[in-house]
């Protein structure tokens, strides 16, 4: 497989008209890909794409393919097209998704000494987590999951979970019943994620699960709330997974006291356990109520804040690249090639997915039922 910084990603003309979508300025490039702020009738999107070639490992359409599971839950940006075209004799996958304003990694380093407010902090957690509820729910699991890779969507006031691209189903059906059940454990999976915030198993090569995800929100939670993570400047991956084996309880001294009761929980998961999320979100209200954390007054980086006329207002470190941490993946994808124009679509649609399609409705459905919108 090759690395992906040996990737060549299409690089697309401010004004450049793709498919209907004029581009707008580059966001960033990805490990296999470049995504574009774009414009369609007046509406402003994100356009992921990707050069298909006989090398490359089809992400986006895997990427698409997920998305389009998860549309049932706010979590996730609305995916709003997918499709492969032809590009300077090139093929090109894109996907066009919700627009978020900036990384809340990026939010998170605007603010004084880099961390959020108590409050900010813990209600960015608590949307996070509930994306992964919703999208552990739906029987994918994120391994990937940290601030750069979650976006603020204005509009909705929430967190967007995105670059879907190293997710993998941990379901699979059973044919002896015709129901789903866990997948069993690879031996030699290969090491995915991001050295700064995966699991100590992520760290060994274990095949993951629900738990690795969780692990990583507990990390990426703990830099919300403190600003570092000791590690930070650690650059051997063995050191880091050292460091983490070592610290237990006193990495969340300083976070509030319900957070290390989440690491409790999360530290006897095992790798097919199925996580207690309500208990978690459970925790995050008593935090709520004893730190007289108000739900509605705005994050830090609204208008509003005390923090918004000093560190948001005219400050535009729109250019400033991510580099605090890099995603490796030595995993392979076992994504068929295909020739179709849409990519992800209804009919790549395994009997599997069909029935997680099937279990995301009902939840949906429940949920509506439980939280008129
Ligand atoms: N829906 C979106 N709205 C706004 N910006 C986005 C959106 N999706 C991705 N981006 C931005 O585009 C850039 C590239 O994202 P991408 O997901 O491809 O890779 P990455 O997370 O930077 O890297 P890697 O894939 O190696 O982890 C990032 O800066 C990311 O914040």
């Known amino acids: 497989m090759s690395t992906s910084s040996s990737i060549a990603k299409p690089d697309f003309r401010t004004g450049e008209v793709i498919s209907q979508f004029e581009i707008i300025k580059k966001l960033g490039s990805g490990g296999f890909g470049a995504v574009y702020q774009v414009r369609k009738n007046g509406f402003d999107m994100a356009l992921k794409t990707e050069f298909v070639d006989t090398e490359s490992d089809d992400t986006l359409k895997n990427e698409a393919h997920i998305l389009r599971l998860l549309q049932w839950s706010p979590g996730f940006c609305r995916l709003y097209t997918a499709k492969r075209l032809t590009w ?18 990026r939010l998170r380093r605007m603010m004084p000494d880099k961390h959020f407010s108590k409050s900010t902090a813990a209600r960015l957690s608590v949307q996070l987590l509930e994306a992964l509820r919703d999208m552990h729910a739906s029987g994918i699991i994120h391994r990937d999951v940290k601030g750069s890779n979650c976006g603020w969507h204005a509009s909705s006031r929430r967190i967007l979970l995105f670059d879907l691209g190293f997710s993998r189903k941990y379901l699979e059906l059973d044919p002896s019943t015709n129901t789903m059940r866990h997948r069993a454990a690879r031996k030699t999976p290969g090491f995915m994620g991001t050295s700064n915030y995966c699991s100590t198993y992520a760290h060994d090569e274990c095949d993951q699960g629900r738990r690795d995800d969780l692990w990583a929100w507990l990390y990426s939670t703990v830099e919300m709330f403190l600003g570092s993570l000791p590690w930070n400047n650690e650059d051997k991956t063995i050191l880091v997974s050292k460091m983490k084996k070592k610290i237990g309880k006193k990495l969340f001294f300083k976070c509030p006291r319900e957070i290390a009761l989440m690491y ?50 005219n400050n535009d470190t ?38 997680l399609g099937r279990l995301a409705a009902g939840l949906n459905r429940a949920f509506s039922r439980l939280m008129p919108f």
């Open 318 to 355: 729109d250019s400033e690249e991510d580099t605090d941490d890099t995603t490796t993946d030595l995993d392979s994808y076992e994504n068929e090639k295909s020739n179709v124009v849409t990519i992800g679509t209804e009919s790549d649609a395994t009997q599997e997915d069909k029935k």
């Open 264 to 313: 409790e929980h999360i530290r006897q998961l095992k790798f097919d356990s199925t996580p207690d999320y309500q208990m978690m979100l459970n925790h995050f209200q008593q935090m709520y109520a004893r730190l007289e954390i108000d739900e509605s007054e705005p994050m830090d980086f609204e208008e509003g804040s005390a923090f918004y006329e000093e560190h948001f207002l």
């Open 88 to 105: 300077n004799k090139q093929q090109v996958n894109i996907m066009a998704m919700s627009l978020c304003a900036r990384p809340i990694s």
